[in-house]
């Protein structure tokens, strides 16, 4: 079992740059995948990124390949992964989860078992 909890969202300007947290809680963390993931008012939840369990594989969508970058820290006293996220745009502008899974890296959101609450992004122009 994992708990999740995002942070680090806020109200930015287009271009700026924030990077989101997820602090992991439970004892098999460093075994699971993360990926991160957002929604949008009105539309449906995407994928964003995901990281296998030793962090050397890595998936991005092509929406946020180049501005977005995934990365994570299995030491035992900082379980977190981290979403760095540059040049935003106006279109970045939704609320971001942070979940995890057994086995290998998916952009199949589905395939994820945990997830976070959430952590609200806006971007304005």
């Known amino acids: 079992q994992v708990q999740l909890v995002e942070s680090g969202g806020g109200s930015v300007q287009a271009g700026d740059s924030l990077r989101l947290s997820c602090a992991a809680s439970?004892?098999?963390?460093?075994?699971?995948?993360m990926g991160w993931f957002r929604q949008a008012p009105g539309k449906e939840r995407e994928f964003l990124a995901t990281?296998?369990?030793?962090?050397?594989?890595?998936?991005?969508a092509d929406s946020v390949k180049g501005r977005f970058t995934i990365s994570r820290d299995n030491d035992s006293a900082n379980n977190t992964v981290y979403l760095q996220m540059n040049s935003l745009k106006s279109e970045d502008t939704a609320v971001y989860y942070c979940?995890?899974?057994?086995?290998?890296?998916?952009?199949?959101?589905?395939?994820?078992?945990?997830w976070g609450q959430g952590t609200q992004v806006t971007v304005s122009s």
């Open positions: 979940a995890a899974k057994t086995g290998m890296a998916s952009t199949i959101i589905r395939s994820y078992d945990y």
């Open positions: 439970g004892r098999t963390y460093t075994s699971y995948t």
């Open positions: 990281i296998a369990w030793r962090g050397g594989t890595t998936y991005y």
